[in-house]
C-alpha cells in the first residue's frame, strides 16, 4: 500500500492512557461479548448494560515510534475515507460528516458501553464513532489464518466506516426499528444482520475502488489481502475453527464466500447504487 500525505485529523489516540474503566457486569460480561464477537455476533447490547460503572485505569505508558507510525497510518486512511465518501455523498446530493476514529488499548469508553480489545474493530452508532484495538490485527492472523498487512488494517477501517455510511443513509435505524418491533424472529434478524454487514462489504469495496483511483494507493497484492481478511472473518470460518460445525442460520456477517463477493462487487462498480443487499438477500 502506498502512503500518501493526507491526514485527516480525525483520530484520537487512547493508547497509552490506560484504558477505561471496568465493565460493571465484571470479567463475564467481557467473555460472554467475546465469545458473541467471534461467533459473529454483535456485542454492543451486552456491553452497553455494563456501561457507566467500574474504575477508571490510571496506569499510562508512553507511545512507541511504531506506535506513532501506526497512528499515523491511520489517521492517513481516514483521511482517505473522508475524501472518498464526501465525493460519493457529492454526487447524490447529499453531505458527509465522517465519524470519529477512536485507537485504544484493552479497554476504553464509548457511546454504546465499554468498548474491549476482544470485540475487534467495531462502530459505534451512538456516538458515530470507529474504535479499533489494533491488537485485533495479531489476532486476525494468528487465530484466523489471514496474512495481515497495511490494506489489511485499510480494509477493516473502511468496513466500520460503511457502517457510518449506513447510519448517516438511515440503514442502521431501519434496522433497529425491525429490531425492536418484536415481529421477526431471531432467525430472520440473523438475515437482516448478514445484508447489513455485507453492505458494509460492499461499502469498503466502493472506497477501495474510487480512493485508489483519485490517489493511486494499491500495490500488487493488496485487493487480496483484504480479500482474505474478509473471508477469514466469515460466520461459516469462525464456526468452523470455533465449534468444529457450521450452522447457516446463525450466520450475521455472511459466509467467507459471501464477504468476498459482495466487497469485489463494491471494489469493480465503485457505484454505491450497486449494493443494496437487502433486496437481494432477504426476498
Known amino acids: 500500500m502506498r502512503w500518501t500525505d493526507d491526514r485527516g485529523g480525525n483520530v484520537e489516540d487512547r493508547r497509552g492512557l490506560g484504558g477505561g474503566a471496568v465493565v460493571g457486569g465484571g470479567l463475564g460480561t467481557l467473555i460472554i461479548a467475546a465469545i458473541i464477537f467471534f461467533l459473529g455476533g454483535d456485542p454492543s447490547s451486552i456491553l452497553s448494560s455494563g456501561a457507566g460503572s467500574g474504575s477508571p485505569r490510571t496506569e499510562q505508558r508512553e507511545l512507541t515510534a511504531e506506535d506513532k507510525k501506526i497512528g499515523e497510518m491511520v489517521d492517513m486512511m481516514g483521511k482517505w475515507n473522508i475524501t472518498t465518501w464526501d465525493q460519493v455523498f457529492q454526487e447524490n446530493g447529499m453531505q458527509y460528516t465522517p465519524p470519529k476514529i477512536i485507537l485504544f488499548s484493552e479497554t476504553t469508553q464509548s457511546g454504546c458501553g465499554v468498548a474491549q480489545s476482544a470485540m475487534g474493530p467495531f462502530y459505534c452508532p451512538a456516538d458515530q464513532s470507529v474504535y479499533m484495538d489494533m491488537s485485533f490485527f495479531n489476532e486476525l492472523q494468528q487465530r484466523f489464518g489471514a496474512k495481515v498487512t497495511e490494506f489489511t488494517v485499510a480494509y477493516v477501517l473502511a468496513h466500520e466506516v460503511g457502517h457510518h455510511v449506513q447510519t448517516l443513509l438511515g440503514t442502521t435505524q431501519k434496522v433497529d426499528q425491525l429490531r425492536r418491533s418484536g415481529q421477526y424472529?431471531?432467525?430472520?434478524?440473523?438475515?437482516?444482520?448478514?445484508?447489513?454487514?455485507?453492505?458494509?462489504?460492499?461499502?469498503?469495496?466502493?472506497?477501495?475502488?474510487?480512493?485508489?483511483?483519485?490517489?493511486?494507493?494499491?500495490?500488487?497484492?493488496?485487493?487480496?489481502?483484504?480479500?482474505?481478511?474478509?473471508?477469514?472473518?466469515?460466520?461459516?470460518?469462525?464456526?468452523?475453527?470455533?465449534?468444529?460445525?457450521?450452522?447457516?442460520?446463525?450466520?450475521?456477517?455472511?459466509?467467507?464466500?459471501?464477504?468476498?463477493?459482495?466487497?469485489?462487487?463494491?471494489?469493480?462498480?465503485?457505484?454505491?447504487?450497486?449494493g443494496d443487499t437487502f433486496n437481494q438477500l432477504l426476498k
Do not use: C
Not at 477501495?208 to 473471508?231: C, F, V, W, Y
Not at 470455533?242 to 466487497?263: D, I, L, M, P
Open 185 to 274: 424472529s431471531e432467525a430472520e434478524m440473523n438475515r437482516v444482520s448478514v445484508a447489513t454487514e455485507l453492505q458494509a462489504d460492499f461499502y469498503a469495496g466502493v472506497w477501495a475502488r474510487r480512493t485508489d483511483a483519485e490517489k493511486h494507493i494499491l500495490e500488487p497484492g493488496d485487493i487480496q489481502s483484504a480479500i482474505e481478511a474478509a473471508e477469514a472473518v466469515g460466520d461459516d470460518n469462525i464456526q468452523r475453527r470455533s465449534q468444529g460445525y457450521v450452522n447457516q442460520e446463525s450466520f450475521t456477517h455472511g459466509s467467507s464466500a459471501q464477504r468476498k463477493e459482495w466487497f469485489m462487487k463494491g471494489y469493480n462498480t465503485g457505484d454505491i447504487r450497486q
